[in-house]
């Protein structure tokens, strides 16, 4: 793990050529450089967010076992014109898959209401390994006055034996048509796989030195579950960790998120302040059903927005492909259609104001599974105390069995007809992943 220690190795290194005031206002000079070109603390924040979701889908290669999959092409989001009744055009994104249904392209288009037409304004291209594990996504803006795509941003991830160990990220520089380094963002995880720590190192190419700016720290409860994370930025004033973002979480019975309320750091009082509060609320299938989101006014929580969800239960999430970096949160146990918004005060919920569309197309599965004898499974199914493991390849693999909120309560290496004991697993449905080095086979299992 790498602590705040190696930022003081690192300063310790740097004053053996130059006094120590001398070296602080160095980087203070390199500090306000990079605030120049950049908002330090929103990127960092913003990678450290795209990582935390790209770890729940870090396997873009899906493998399904159902004859027919679902594939998200399109997310529009729409805005409610309360003078006409009428809903509009306001975004879309627009996904592009190869032969082997992973997500290549994603296009992000806005609504031009004077032009009654659509507006490119960013596009991310998705690049794999021969594992089909995402190796790097590069990010492009549209130049409105030369019609073309300019680089923005790219970024690559490096693996290691707990999966993302790392994610380099780079700036385009237009004047020398070249990526320059920008920062690294290194993972740290637990026993059960779970990030603890993510630590955000912003590149200067002046002095070839990494430097921290940026962590999140993860706490988990005893059932598995994200307890609580916070979020520092380091100060080059006083050179220390200084406290920026909480989340705390609360969960029900069923283990779902039941509450997020998150904080900001009050550094005049040395205090935690309330900033918002979302509570959730699930349907009879598990899938997140409303939810409300509340600001804090300085004395109480106040009503914001309302999100409801809609959802096609012909298809569990395992029998759709989405996008490797960001589609349907792996959170639903079912394919999401819709995502409604209000923001009239509670208990009233009746005038709307915008809404996500999630739009499939029906695909040939045979074209995502390989063309084997034999498909990897678990049988039985359903089963009782045991399961047997058959691998398409007849070599080793990794198993993962997930309850409904998504977590994983199952973890083992196997090989082709490897008996499991899964005595341990309470009465219902559970979804499974099989990983080897050639595919990764998804299902769902239920234990009676």
């Not at 550094?267 to 939810?291: F, I, P, R």
């Not at 049988?379 to 977590?407: C, F």
Request: hydrophobic share 40%; charged share 15%; with cysteine.
């Amino acid at each position: 793990m790498k602590k705040t220690s190696t930022l003081f190795f690192m300063l310790l290194l740097f004053t053996t050529m130059l006094s120590a005031n001398s070296a602080k206002n160095v980087q203070k000079e390199l500090c306000a450089k990079l605030r120049g070109t950049t908002n330090l603390t929103d990127y960092s924040a913003e990678i450290n967010v795209l990582l935390h979701q790209f770890l729940q889908s870090s396997h873009a290669k899906l493998k399904s076992t159902a004859t027919v999959v679902q594939r998200l092409d399109s997310l529009y989001a729409d805005s409610w014109n309360s003078s006409t009744s009428t809903w509009e055009n306001m975004a879309k994104t627009e996904y592009t898959y190869n032969e082997m249904m992973q997500n290549t392209v994603q296009l992000s288009s806005d609504w031009d209401m004077e032009a009654s037409a659509w507006i490119n304004t960013t596009r991310d291209e998705v690049f794999y390994d021969a594992t089909g594990y995402v190796s790097s996504f590069i990010s492009s803006e549209w130049d409105a006055q030369t019609n073309n795509w300019v680089y923005a941003f790219k970024a690559e991830f490096v693996y290691n034996e707990t999966g993302v160990g790392e994610m380099l990220a780079y700036i385009w520089n237009a004047e020398t048509s070249e990526w320059d380094l920008l920062s690294k963002l290194t993972i740290t995880v637990n026993a059960s796989g779970d990030p603890i720590l993510m630590l955000t190192s912003v590149f200067d190419a002046g002095s070839g030195t990494w430097f921290d700016v940026w962590k999140s720290e993860f706490t988990y409860d005893g059932d598995g579950n994200l307890s609580m994370t916070i979020d520092s930025e380091f100060s080059f004033t006083t050179f220390s960790w200084v406290f920026s973002i909480k989340y705390v979480y609360a969960y029900n019975a069923n283990n779902y998120e039941s509450e997020e309320i998150r904080y900001t750091w009050d550094e005049t009082t040395s205090a935690w302040l309330n900033s918002y509060k979302h509570e959730l609320a699930y349907d009879d299938s598990g899938n997140q059903d409303v939810l409300n989101v509340f600001n804090w006014n300085g004395s109480q929580w106040v009503y914001s927005i309302m999100q409801d969800y809609t959802y096609n239960m012909a298809y569990p999430i395992s029998e759709i492909v989405v996008p490797a970096l960001n589609g349907p949160d792996w959170q639903f146990n079912y394919m999401p259609v819709s995502i409604t918004y209000s923001n009239q005060p509670l208990p009233v919920r009746s005038m709307n104001t915008g809404r996500d569309m999630y739009y499939y197309s029906e695909q040939n599965a045979t074209s995502v599974i390989q063309n084997n004898a034999i498909v990897s499974q678990v049988m039985p199914n359903p089963a009782v105390d045991r399961i047997t493991v058959r691998l398409a390849d007849g070599k080793q693999a990794k198993l993962e069995i997930y309850n409904l909120s998504g977590r994983v309560v199952l973890s083992n290496e196997v090989i082709d007809n490897q008996s499991i004991v899964i005595d341990q697993l309470a009465s219902g449905t559970y979804f499974y992943r099989i990983i080897s080095a050639n595919e990764m086979t998804t299902g769902k299992l239920v234990v009676q």
